[in-house]
């Protein structure tokens, strides 16, 4: 049996490239597994040699400390791999296959599901509703920034490449199908983007980047990026977005308006969740300023796209009730303009299919879009380190030494 690696979370601040056990089909006891899940069998699941998996946003919060997540957790759930074992149960997915894996874990049975809400999936997490690998509060399953990982439900939940050599022609792009792409693009179509529609991104890390490209896609007329780090700004203005730089300015619509001709944009969409920075020089942490900035921004009747994290628990929350995910958020303004908000996990099955054809075709240019750029698994630590400091990168981990 071959051995496996993955990065594991150690603490505030540390992640360690460690020796892990490799996976078979049953979920073991382990950091964040909880009493109910121990021993779950999982021959309706496949084993993955991992080709890409990339570091996200979210998993920064962990890193961070700004979640409960415990200690030995191995993190990862943007995974693109090879089946190298199937279940007894598995009927359509073979070896040799390489494929896409959501980061939502589904079961492909429950309510849920069947209604493609496969970010609520009732039925892998008995915590709460929803799945996800290597993520706090998720259900324990073990995360992907490995060699190999275990992949449950995989009829259901794997998108199938077509054909193996367009697949490795195409991977930098296609393993962005796992979280951001569908992620950024759910962000954009909850945000009512539309042929002409001028649109808002609050953040220029991958997911923003992300929804500014799917924006485009759309049919945007102009998409506006907003972040704090002018190397963010840069990557955004690479492909054709315009730019605010929030930490000069503290008045969002006033350089809306400068670009526009007007301060409102019709669709706005927070690519930055809880752990944001209020706008202009020297401003501190305010976890709830994108909210409450895209309101007033938005035109009335306005849809507000929110794919950014907020978590119910944050250790390093600014006050008490930001600990709890209580955020002066002002609902007054959203309701009094009758925005509608669409919040959660991305359902990441309703479109990573149909992303995969537009990558497939050209059409979609996601990896430039998001600065895709491989380095190995021991080099991850080093990519949390760049990631958390700003690089305007989407660190794409290699593990086996597929694309050198």
């Excluded at 306005?302 to 600990?323: F, N, W």
Aim: charged share 20%; aromatic share 6%; with cysteine.
């Amino acid at each position: 049996m071959a051995g496996n690696r993955g990065v594991v979370y150690q603490g505030k601040g540390i992640v360690e490239v460690k020796d892990i056990d490799y996976p078979d089909l049953v979920l073991r006891e382990g950091p964040g597994v909880p009493k109910s899940n121990v021993g779950r069998k999982c021959e309706h699941g496949v084993v993955l040699k991992v080709i890409t998996t990339n570091i996200c946003g979210s998993d920064q919060h962990m890193v961070r400390g700004r979640t409960t997540a415990p200690e030995g957790l191995v993190l990862g759930h943007e995974i693109t791999g090879e089946v190298v074992e199937v279940g007894r149960d598995v009927e359509f997915v073979k070896k040799g296959d390489i494929a896409s894996v959501p980061f939502n874990i589904a079961c492909g049975r429950c309510v849920m599901c069947r209604e493609q809400k496969t970010h609520i999936c009732l039925n892998v997490n008995p915590e709460r509703p929803g799945g996800a690998y290597g993520y706090v509060d998720m259900g324990g399953w073990v995360g992907g920034q490995s060699e190999y990982v275990m992949v449950p439900y995989a009829d259901f939940q794997l998108l199938v490449f077509p054909d193996r050599d367009q697949a490795m022609e195409k991977i930098l792009d296609l393993t962005m199908l796992s979280d951001i792409f569908p992620t950024g693009y759910h962000g954009a179509v909850s945000a009512g983007v539309k042929t002409g529609s001028t649109v808002y991104v609050a953040g220029a890390g991958p997911v923003g980047l992300a929804a500014a490209h799917s924006a485009q896609l759309l049919g945007a007329s102009v998409v506006i990026v907003g972040d704090m780090q002018e190397e963010r700004l840069k990557q955004a203005e690479s492909f054709g977005c315009e730019t605010v730089n929030l930490a000069k300015h503290d008045r969002l619509g006033e350089q809306i308006e400068q670009i526009l001709g007007e301060p409102i944009v019709d669709c706005s969409i927070d690519a930055v969740g809880f752990e944001a920075s209020g706008h202009g020089e020297g401003a501190e942490e305010q976890p709830a300023v994108v909210l409450n900035t895209i309101m007033d921004v938005t035109k009335a009747g306005g849809s507000l796209g929110i794919p950014g994290l907020y978590v119910t628990e944050d250790p390093g929350g600014i006050d008490e009730d930001a600990q709890t995910g209580s955020l002066k958020v002002r609902f007054g303004q959203g309701w009094a303009k009758a925005h509608t908000f669409v919040t959660g996990q991305t359902p990441a099955m309703q479109y990573n299919r149909d992303l995969m054809k537009s990558i497939l075709s050209g059409k979609a240019n996601i990896a430039k879009a998001v600065n895709a750029t491989v380095i190995g698994l021991d080099d991850a630590p080093k990519g949390y380190s760049d990631f958390d400091k700003g690089a305007s990168k989407k660190f794409v981990i290699d593990p086996h030494g597929y694309l050198k």
